[in-house]
């Protein structure tokens, strides 16, 4: 494959997902209002997810590819069958903050301004919401299995929640949990040990069967605390994207000012920090190998070697930020989501394999 497919909208792409059973399918969706799935060997538009009201900034499919979900940040959701690209289902929410299918039904989760998470069977629509505090849902995930979640907040506290009985089992707040807004979260692959990543610039780890903080991992930040910028304002840092990989005891976590750092989970320490001229929007690791790809404000995706901390390789392209990107199971192939207005399709070439 080349690394000439790409996809010009009118307005930046907000979010993009692969199918999951052979990405050969994206999804993307953008400030135009208008999401698309598209083939990716030719950028060919299979359908267009039409009569959303605002710009789609969730868009996924679900784990046997057969749905596509999309959903605006007015908080209109929609369900799609991909085989023949009909709306089989919608539903509105408060302003939508995030959204995810279950790992292995047509189930799917949301989280809104007004501090709700909902879940829904698709397509009957049978609905339940847990309520957290009256704060945005930040960030959140189903764990792995599907019977629980873990959802974060922006007044700092993170739940994890029953999804059968409804209640929240373990609740983390205060001294446990984040003193600014949650950004994200990501499970390790058993699901047994969840990150929690905030605005503080703290990652958490935190065992789910107990609830307890088992990890707690800070980096000093490359903004100093004197450094200002010429309208006055601090130079912020952040937690953007963190994630467990699934083949060492490491963790990833990507910050605002350009680090990226690999902890080693059972020392609790840093191992490495990989420097970016500019801010880190997402990581994602290979599925089965140490290998970790970021992508940032500069319009790069990057691969670094978390054994050693070096980076293996770097694909430009893009002249605004990179905004979202998704990776196949097989690590073969990246498509990004950017500023620019564009999507593309970058094949990873690895030298080591």
Not at 107 to 131: H, I, R, Y
Request: glycine content about 10%; some cysteine; overall charge negative.
């Amino acid at each position: 494959c080349s690394n000439k497919v790409f996809y010009v909208f009118s307005g930046s792409v907000f979010c993009v997902s692969l199918d999951p059973k052979d990405s050969s399918l994206a999804v993307t969706g953008g400030e135009d209002d208008k999401a698309y799935v598209w083939r990716i060997s030719d950028g060919e538009t299979l359908f267009e997810c039409t009569g959303h009201k605002d710009s789609v900034t969730c868009a996924t499919f679900s784990h046997d590819s057969a749905m596509v979900a999309t959903g605006d940040m007015s908080g209109l959701i929609k369900v799609w069958k991909v085989e023949g690209g009909q709306e089989i289902w919608s539903f509105e929410v408060g302003d939508l903050e995030w959204l995810q299918w279950h790992p292995c039904a047509h189930v799917l989760l949301a989280g809104t301004a007004d501090g709700n998470t909902w879940m829904w069977k698709v397509p009957s629509g049978e609905c339940k919401t847990f309520q957290g505090p009256s704060c945005p849902a930040t960030c959140g995930q189903f764990l792995p299995g599907g019977k629980k979640a873990v959802v974060g907040y922006e007044d700092g506290s993170v739940r994890i929640w029953d999804l059968k009985q409804g209640n929240a089992i373990h609740v983390m707040k205060g001294a446990d949990g984040h003193t600014r807004p949650l950004t994200c979260v990501s499970s390790n692959v058993d699901g047994s040990l969840v990150l929690t990543g905030s605005v503080d610039c703290d990652t958490k780890m935190v065992n789910t069967a107990t609830g307890k903080v088992v990890g707690l991992f800070k980096t000093e930040s490359n903004v100093s605390k004197a450094s200002r910028r010429e309208d006055g304002e601090s130079e912020s840092n952040s937690v953007e994207s963190l994630g467990f990989c699934n083949v060492l005891p490491l963790a990833a976590v990507g910050y605002l000012d350009g680090t990226l750092a690999i902890y080693d989970i059972s020392a609790q320490a840093l191992r490495h920090r990989c420097q970016h001229e500019s801010g880190i929007v997402q990581l994602l690791w290979e599925d089965n190998s140490p290998v970790v790809y970021t992508c940032s404000l500069d319009g790069a995706v990057r691969l670094w070697d978390s054994r050693s901390g070096k980076m293996i390789s770097e694909y430009c392209g893009h002249t605004e930020e990179i905004l979202d990107f998704a990776l196949n199971k097989d690590a073969s192939i990246v498509v990004t989501a950017s500023g620019d207005h564009k999507a593309k399709v970058f094949c990873v070439q690895r030298p080591d394999r």
